[in-house]
């Protein structure tokens, strides 16, 4: 991937879900997945990184990386900066999902999105201008039935209809298998269509399902999408990260 430096008005975007630092050796091993991190992914300069599974499983949902060492190895700015962004004190992110932005951007607004479930799941938002222009990242980790993601994916089409009008990015682990994207992915559920390749990113070892996605809601607007393939991120995650181009436009 040499050479993928994001164009003007492009944003750079990375999301991996790094399965709370458990490796396919079944060893867990936070400085691990830090290290896939600072070797393979900060290189490629990512304007947008989004994390999944990067907390604890269970309350309180502790952080298990170290988000500081992160956010000076890829130069990006930790939205979670207030309590109110973080699901507890002993957590890096909400639920165990973590985003960070390029310091460029202004970022104007940003929220926490509970989605229910048997396993609980959340998402980030954090609305920002590049100049003129405004966008929206959201980082979103959905439940693996899709009645779950359904309803999860219609909560955040409402947050959508809430929120002012501009480009929005979709990225995570969105536990769709079907390239289609299935009813959860929907117009219906999300209030507008969201575009963007289809790419096998799990199991890490040999990919076969593509449940990791970077959307949206321009059409042809994502390109250049590429499933990392690396000895440090398949030892240290049972997923593959992802990562795409996104033109930013006007309208």
Known sequence: MNNWKAADNTLA?????????????GRVDAPRVVSAIERIIAPLGPDVLALQEADDECPPHARILDADRISRAVGLSYMHDSRALRWGPQSDGFLGTVLWVHPRFERTHADVIDLPGHCHRGAISAECLDGDRAFRVMSVHLSLAQPL????????????????????????????WRPWGGAALGRVMLGRNFYGPVKPTFPARWPILPLDRILTDRRDAVQRVNVLDHPMTTAASDHRPLAAHVSLTTS
């Open 149 to 176: 993601r359904m309803v999860q994916t219609r909560i955040i089409g409402q947050y959508l209809l809430r929120r002012p009008a501009m480009q929005t990015v979709i990225l995570g682990d969105l536990n769709e």
């Open 13 to 25: 975007c990375v999301t991996w879900n790094v399965h709370r630092a458990r490796g396919a050796d």
